[in-house]
């Protein structure tokens, strides 16, 4: 019987690592597909542009992304492999223990053999029970011949049981082997894909040099733009958290109305009593039940929010960005590329606090508690302020620049009046 459990829980223990690592690799291959389908659409679409003569600010961002998704795919590699070499290591050590469980079921079948062989005709087995003091002894020694021809028949059965779960392991040993070479193969690939992209980059920034006069006057456009853009937000938000702020004082006086009248005493010995506690934007904003609601469910799938649009990559990440070489910009959103004309949709529930237009670039913000999802570079809006809006419900279109026909619509996040990173918002 010791055996036999020794056996069960090294082939239990090497389940569990096998389930372990089946989980954990098909992450990792999902993710290094989603890096490939990413490449591949920045390549056509530096493709698309690359007749442009002038360098554009969307083309730099571009070719910054390109070499940020091969290091992170070949750093998804590198977990792949660490895995199987986890997994090859498993493998062997579970080949060594069954073996070794082998090695002693053979012994122990061994001397079942042996025990037959000396008891192999009835009329020995007839002595050996004949033999017997008593009939009590007698029928033990029946029940234990029956029992060792039981026994040594399991005993058979597990050595070959064994012997196909060796040959299972080996052939998996094989298999995790063959994948590790083939993701060696594709790391190495990379690299040369990423050794000959850097030597572009590294022309692209000397041509950025040369225009860096036209490509300053392009990103002093776009700040300008952007910053115009800020202050719409900005604006929309801290009007609604004003407007909560006058809804809330107005309850508030009404209530100290209703407790004078009901004590007899003036309102000011009332307040004088209460005095009104000053509230931070994001307590305004969650204040009633509803909104508490809601911010608690857009907190809660923090990680698990949809994309504003179905396929699409970042190609400028939140806050401070370095953009060529001595070119900064702050960014208090990320900018997603996606196709041209694909619709946007919300991120969550919420309702439409305002749409805006600045020089033909739409802008919708949406509501979700003390919570804000604002979507810009978008045209065809199809929402209304004061609609209530669901999740994936389309907001608009992804506006094509007419410069480069390219399309990145811009997502932020706000937390009462300040923007976080929507990044890690966003479901993987």
Same mark, same amino acid.
């Given at each position: 019987m010791d055996v036999i459990r020794g056996v069960l829980s090294v082939v239990a223990f090497f389940l569990t690592v096998a389930v372990c690592h089946a989980q954990s690799s098909a992450e990792l291959k999902k993710q290094r597909e989603r890096l490939n389908r990413e490449i591949e659409q920045l390549n056509q679409s530096l493709k698309a542009t690359s007749s442009n003569k002038s360098l554009s600010l969307k083309q730099v961002n571009a070719l910054n992304v390109q070499l940020?998704?091969?290091?992170?795919?070949?750093? *998804?590699? &590198?977990?792949?492999?660490? @895995?199987?070499?986890?997994?090859?290591?498993?493998?062997n050590k579970t080949i060594q223990n069954l073996r070794d469980q082998l090695a002693k079921l053979r012994k122990d079948y061994e001397s079942m053999i042996m025990f037959a062989f000396r008891n192999r005709?009835?009329? &020995?087995?007839?002595? /050996?029970?004949?033999?017997?003091?008593? /009939?009590?002894?007698?029928f033990k020694r029946v029940k234990y011949l029956q029992q060792f021809n039981e026994s040594r028949k399991k005993r058979a059965e597990e050595?070959?049981? *064994?012997?196909?779960?060796?040959?299972?392991?080996?052939?998996? @040993?094989?298999?995790?082997?063959? =994948?590790?070479?083939?993701? @060696?193969? =594709?790391?190495?690939? =990379?690299?040369?894909?990423?050794?000959? =992209?850097?030597?572009?980059?590294?022309?692209?920034? %000397?041509?950025? *040099? %040369?225009?860096e006069k036209q490509f300053k006057q392009e990103l002093q456009k776009k700040q300008r733009e952007d910053e115009r853009l800020a202050r719409a937000i900005r604006t929309a938000i801290q009007r609604e958290i004003a407007e909560q702020r006058r809804l809330e004082e107005e309850a508030r006086k009404a209530a100290l109305a209703l407790e004078a009248e009901r004590t007899g005493k003036t309102i000011k010995e009332v307040e004088a009593e209460k005095p009104a506690v000053r509230k931070s934007d994001t307590e305004v904003l969650a204040s009633t039940p509803e909104a508490a609601r809601i911010s608690a469910d /857009?907190?809660? &799938?923090?990680?698990?929010l949809p994309w504003p649009v179905q396929q699409? /990559?970042?190609?400028?990440?939140?806050?401070?960005?370095t953009v060529g070489r001595n070119v900064t910009i702050n960014n208090t959103g990320i900018k997603i590329r996606t196709a041209n004309n694909a619709p946007v949709r919300a991120i969550f529930d919420g309702t439409v606090n305002s749409v805006g237009n600045m020089t033909g670039v739409y802008y919708v913000i949406l509501q979700h508690g003390k919570y804000f999802s604002v979507y810009t570079n978008i045209s065809n809006p199809t929402v209304k302020k004061g609609q209530t809006v669901q999740t994936g419900q389309t907001l608009g279109t992804a506006l094509v620049d007419p410069d480069d026909g390219t399309s990145e619509v811009h997502l932020e996040i706000w937390e009462g009046a300040a923007p976080i990173n929507p990044e890690p918002w966003l479901a993987k």
């Open positions: 940020r998704l091969r290091e992170q795919k070949i750093n *998804t590699i &590198n977990s792949e492999i660490r @895995l199987i070499n986890n997994q090859i290591a498993s493998h005709n009835a009329y &020995n087995k007839m002595m /050996f029970i004949f033999a017997s003091k008593d /009939f009590n002894q007698a050595i070959e049981n *064994t012997q196909k779960e060796i040959a299972l392991k080996v052939a998996q @040993l094989e298999a995790s082997k063959q =994948e590790k070479a083939s993701l @060696l193969d =594709e790391q190495q690939e =990379e690299r040369k894909v990423i050794a000959q =992209e850097q030597g572009e980059h590294s022309k692209v920034l %000397q041509a950025l *040099t %040369q225009q /857009f907190a809660g &799938n923090r990680g698990r699409g /990559f970042i190609t400028q990440g939140f806050g401070r960005q």
